[in-house]
């Protein structure tokens, strides 16, 4: 039976018992915003969004030294902002691994169904639709752990993705 409790971390599963993955931050680049499970690459040597396409999967994580001072929400909803003196947080995720990583407005997505990097919304998931000829080697970045329907929503909305 799936767990209905809403996680507080992003790194939901690794692939191995007892296995850890190394969290390395970066500068978030100026004028931009990146949420605690948001797919991000590199520019210039700062971290932004990840535009769709080929990508390298890295997923930002919540800032673990985050303090009720800092800010009044919780940790896996406070962004990183460019030009902040917090560098973003991410890990690598390797394959099996789950996270607990954004779906983006418009999508609704079965279990199991297939997951690419949006091409609306910058750093967010969204079904793979028909898997044919055209798809891009390297596009495919996960698989649904859960039914999401977010076709009526405005924003993005987090969903529990398993890397491929």
């Known amino acids: 039976m ?16 007892f296995s850890e993955r190394p969290l390395d931050e970066a500068q978030v680049k100026a004028s931009n ?31 673990p030294y985050l303090t009720p001072t800092y800010s009044s929400g919780k940790a896996i ?10 560098p ?7 394959r099996g691994d789950m996270a607990y990583c954004l779906l983006d407005a418009g999508e609704n997505v ?8 949006s091409a609306t919304t910058d750093g967010t998931l969204a079904g793979a639709g028909t898997i044919d ?8 970045i996960a698989r649904a752990e859960e039914a999401v329907d977010n076709s009526g929503g405005a924003e993005a909305v987090r969903i529990r993705a398993r890397f491929l």
Request: proline share 9%.
């Open 33 to 63: 915003s990146i949420t605690p499970g948001m797919l991000i690459a590199f520019d210039s040597g700062d971290v932004v969004p990840a535009a769709a396409g080929p990508t390298y999967p890295m997923v930002a994580v919540e800032n």
């Open 110 to 117: 079965g279990q199991g169904d297939l997951l690419v990097v």
């Open 2 to 17: 799936a767990n209905s409790e809403t996680p507080k971390t992003i790194i939901l599963q690794l692939n191995e018992r």
């Open 77 to 86: 909803d406070t962004a990183y902002g460019g030009g902040d003196p917090e």
């Open 88 to 94: 973003c947080r991410y890990f690598i995720p390797q």
């Open 133 to 140: 000829a055209t798809t891009v080697t390297g596009t495919l």
